[in-house]
């Protein structure tokens, strides 16, 4: 079965064609990371603006690139949660018009979800080539979301932990902004790390404690400490602060967060098996960390199938199709999953 999916969360324009839920046939993504680099940040209504305008294009080379016409897609499936309201609502609708033009099915998707499904593309889902088996844990980490979830299924998880505050991702974008190194600041910091020094500044971990938080991460006092009290927490002295040497010391701290709670997660459940996903999954820090452990099995997703991607919405959306179900045409999109982050009460 040869399914159309269509991403616009956020601020890439997305369409892939996937057949059977993972042979990619073509994956297109436009980016309008320019557009946005001006202001250090994603523009609500330039990218809902900029969807507009790409929709038709990229939807018709992805078709170009599959060998494809309209009506050799089985069926359409499209993000309609979480992400920028107006960002989802053109992907949805032009999802929704295709199917109800050629009378095929239509599924709409869960974002967080299908970040969760991209390793399951890739066809290298580990060095020994081993198909991913349930359950396992789920590190789900990008400019909106840090979640660490146990997944029963495609469709099916649990969340364990997630951030009180900030996502990973946002932090990073706010303090790539901070010190003006470039856009998007997860790139660009990462980059920067290769030639610092993660030993020169030592920025505190989040106290989370009593038991209450073990499986969740917090990056407002990071991003405060990095952004607003340097001195306070600079190791090496004299001298002019490298921004290289920032850049390595926050990204070092910031992966420890997350691997902190990730790892007490698979002490407590027994799940030795990770699938991380999500714009942050491509970290080369992070990646490298869990690649240290050799009790745990960690699986990502190509790089390419980290940030948003149209191939993640078509091939969890063929599970759906195969299952039988089938989304009514007249669904919207919500900003929000209840559950995807933690609401802190004093």
């Known amino acids: 079965m040869k399914v159309l999916g269509i991403e616009t969360s ?51 080379e992805a078709l170009e690139k599959a060998a494809l016409e309209p009506k050799d897609i089985e069926a359409v499936a499209a993000t309609n949660r979480p992400g920028l309201l107006g960002s989802l609502l053109v992907g949805l609708s032009f999802a929704k018009a295709f199917a109800w033009s050629r009378d095929i099915p239509f599924i709409a998707v869960d974002h967080m979800l299908a970040h969760l499904y991209a390793a399951q593309l890739s066809g290298e889902l580990s060095a020994h080539n081993e198909p991913l088996a349930y359950p396992y844990l789920g590190l789900l980490v990008s400019g909106g979301h840090s979640i660490i979830c146990r997944a029963d299924a495609y469709d099916d998880i649990t969340v364990l932990g997630a951030t009180i505050d900030d996502a990973a991702g946002e932090a990073f974008d706010k303090v790539a902004k901070h010190y003006s190194f470039g856009y998007p600041g997860g790139a660009v910091i990462d980059r920067m790390a290769r030639d610092g020094d993660s030993g020169a500044f030592r920025f505190p971990m989040p106290s989370l ?41 926050f990204q070092k701290t910031a992966v420890e967060i997350l691997l902190r709670a990730l790892f007490n997660a698979c002490e407590d459940t027994g799940i030795s098996t990770v699938v991380a996903g999500g714009g942050v999954a491509a970290n080369s820090y992070l990646r490298s960390r869990l690649a240290q452990r050799q009790d745990i099995r960690c699986v990502f997703p190509p790089l390419e199938l980290c940030s948003d991607n149209g191939a993640m919405i078509a091939g969890i959306a063929w599970h759906y199709l195969v299952r039988g179900d089938r989304s009514p045409l007249g669904i919207t999109a919500s900003a929000r999953v209840e559950g995807f982050k933690k609401v802190t009460r004093k």
């Open 10 to 60: 956020c601020d890439e324009c997305a369409a892939a064609v996937v057949e059977d839920g993972s042979k990619i046939l073509s994956n297109v993504v436009a980016t309008q990371i320019p557009f946005h680099a001006p202001y250090s940040g994603v523009v609500p209504e330039i990218a809902s603006r900029k969807h507009t305008e790409w929709i038709y294009g990229v939807v018709k």
């Open 209 to 249: 404690h009593k038991g209450k938080h073990r499986y969740d991460v917090s990056y407002s006092g990071l991003k405060n400490a990095a952004i607003n009290q340097l001195d306070l927490f600079r190791i090496k002295k004299g001298g002019v602060d490298k921004n290289e040497d920032i850049a390595a010391s």
